[in-house]
């Protein structure tokens, strides 16, 4: 256990939010509505790469919130060869936020965990998510209660890896970078825009990617008993 930490950061998406499982059922619900010719495994395979790149993009503000919403579905549909018009994409990227919401799976070991540092530290959130959405989430996953502070990147004005929302999460926090660590599945926004920002930071490597270097990582959240 490291004694000098006081408060524990979390990301939200891909950390303790399950958003690949969530988006899924998400998307299987507008398909089986609407677009029943469309198999919502083939569409996912498809997404999940190019989402993931559409949120690199926004988080280093080379595409708009828009653009973000848009362009994942829309190279999507692409990538499928599926015809759909821009009218279509933008009903489905309105449904798909809705929606998105209504399921809540965390990654296993979330709520244990939560409730194992509960006692033993001030808990917080920083999310590049938008704020009404990432709400709704923690709401309805029941996790509002574990955490003490939740930055977005919204109200801070830019999104991780700038070092500005980190900034902004420990003055929100009232604490110090020093006795802070970040704890996120994006090896950019979370570890290297933590490090950058002077705090320490835990890599949940849940998809057991190959990094270089010396890096605290974990692939369960339960692993983090070992750091805190």
């Known amino acids: 256990m490291n004694t000098t930490i006081t408060d524990v950061f979390f990301d939200l998406d891909h950390t303790l939010w399950d958003f690949d499982k969530n988006s899924a059922m998400a998307f299987d619900r507008i398909f089986k509505s609407k677009y029943q010719e469309i198999i919502t495994e083939d569409f996912i395979k ?7 790149e559409c949120w690199r993009l926004y988080q280093n503000d080379k595409i708009t919130h828009q653009e973000l919403r848009y362009n994942r579905l829309k190279f999507s549909f692409d990538a499928l060869n599926y015809a759909i ?3 279509n994409i ?5 449904d798909y936020i809705e929606f998105l919401t209504d399921n809540n799976y965390l990654f296993d070991g979330a709520i244990e965990v939560l409730e194992y540092l509960k006692p033993k530290y001030k808990l917080h959130i920083i999310t590049n998510g938008f704020a009404n ?5 923690i709401n309805n ?3 509002g209660s574990y955490f003490n502070t939740i930055t977005n990147s919204e109200l801070a004005g830019v999104k991780k890896p700038n070092s500005i929302i980190f900034d902004y999460a ?3 926090a009232n604490t110090s970078k020093e006795n802070s660590i970040m704890i996120g599945d994006d090896f950019e926004a979370d570890v290297t825009g933590a490090l950058n920002a002077g705090l320490d930071a835990i ?3 849940e998809k057991k990617r190959d990094v270089s270097g010396n890096y605290k990582q974990i692939n369960h ?5 070992k750091y805190l």
């Open 203 to 205: 890599f949940f490597n």
């Open 221 to 225: 959240l339960l692993e983090l008993k």
């Open 46 to 52: 498809e997404y999940i790469p190019i989402n993931q």
């Open 90 to 94: 933008m009903s489905i990227a309105n």
């Open 170 to 172: 420990l003055k929100l």
């Open 85 to 87: 018009s821009e009218e």
């Open 141 to 143: 996953a029941s996790l």
């Open 133 to 137: 959405v990432q709400e709704k989430k």
